[in-house]
């Protein structure tokens, strides 16, 4: 059975037998329940529904288009940052002394666009999602037309397609997200040209980067090797698949 494709019901229910032979019927009932009631976020279309969008759904490296080889292997499956999830980041800027007006929002890897459209919820200058897949860049330029229902107070929303270690940053003060998007060798690369704006133009930069589990250890060890910011706070989901660090370039 290929690893991605979900069994017949035929076999669920094989499996299920199997698993009530091993662990018994209590305990099988309470990883089905377990199971089925998981938050599976390429399985949620709530904010698709109500924006008439297309965010949702996953998408493997080799099916982004990415043609040069070394990139295409730098990269991660494409996967919706859960909408509750965003938002709490989002609502936690003002804290971290982030002033929308003076800042431009820039999401790496922004895919299909569902975080640079709750972004264009805020009053920021701007908001740039960078997403190197031709085929995400269209998906998300749609989905910008699409979102009419969207209380935007941000007027200049765009995406652009572009290698994010070469992408040519906007000016002034930045707002970055991560969820993740490629392997450290990258991301290195574009903390380095985040922390060389910041000195260049005497710009505050500041950092959310969302963890899936297994990465905080990289992803801090990325951003202290090349220096020029530091931690601010660290937020742990339940889970640890939903845990937030925010790093700025400002002095304590």
Known sequence: MPANKDPSWRQKVSIIRHQVQMRGVARTAADVMVFYLRYIPEWD????????????GTVAPPSLGIE???TREAAVPYLPSPE??????LQQLPRLGVDPARTTFVDFGCGKGR????????????VVGV??????VTIARRNLCAASRLARRCRSVRVEQADAGRFVLPAGNLMVHFYH?????????????????????????DVAYLL?????????????SVGHFRQLSYAQSASTEYD????TNQRA
């Open 84 to 89: 509750d999830v965003t938002r709490w980041m």
């Open 68 to 70: 040069d080889l070394g």
């Open 244 to 247: 937030w660090t925010f790093f």
């Open 131 to 136: 997403e190197i897949s031709e085929s995400l």
């Open 45 to 56: 279309r709530s904010f698709d529904r109500r924006h008439g969008t297309d965010t949702a």
């Open 181 to 205: 998007p490629f392997n450290e060798s990258i991301l290195r690369q574009v903390v380095r040209n985040l922390a060389t704006h910041g000195e260049t133009h005497g710009a505050r930069i």
């Open 115 to 126: 975080v640079i459209l709750l972004a264009s919820e805020l009053g920021f200058a701007e």
């Open 212 to 224: 899936p589990t297994g990465v905080d250890e990289a992803v801090e060890s990325v951003f202290a």
